[in-house]
């Protein structure tokens, strides 16, 4: 009788969040929304209900665009600007390859962090 295969061991997906995944999310789409839209992403996404302190004035915000949607008109003209693009292309390399720089020399650390802080509290959080 021929042997049977070994079943293939399942891998459990990861359910927590990374707070470095979660910061680096925040400095990509920062990236995109000061070049594009000339604001943050917070002041993009809650307008002039977001943090007074970071509100910069002549940004576009999701709320201006509902309003007035001839603004997607002037963030696609910025979008298509070669220098905007090549900013947010060299700004998003630089800051892609500092996190993985900074993940790598700061795997210890970080790896103590979340066993001794983060595993106890039982939070799905990660560093």
């Keep these: 009788m021929a042997r049977r295969k070994a079943a293939a061991r399942r891998r ?4 927590g969040i ?3 995944q979660v910061a680096e999310g925040f400095v ?10 000339r604001t943050n992403p917070l002041s993009f996404v809650l307008g002039d209900a977001g943090p007074s302190f970071m509100v910069e004035g002549s940004g576009i915000s999701l709320l201006e665009i509902a309003k007035r949607p001839e603004l997607l008109g002037i963030i696609a003209e910025r979008a298509m600007n070669p220098e905007n693009i090549i900013n947010i292309a060299v700004s998003s390399a630089v800051a892609n390859v500092g996190f993985r720089f900074a993940k790598r020399a700061l795997r210890r650390p970080v790896n103590l962090l979340n066993r ?3 595993a106890p509290l039982a939070l799905g959080v990660k560093l």
Excluded: E
Aim: glycine share 0%; aromatic share 4%; net charge positive.
């Design 12 to 15: 459990r997906s990861p359910k």
């Design 18 to 20: 990374r707070l470095l």
């Design 28 to 37: 990509q789409a920062n990236i995109v929304t000061s070049t594009l839209m």
């Design 116 to 118: 001794q802080i983060f």
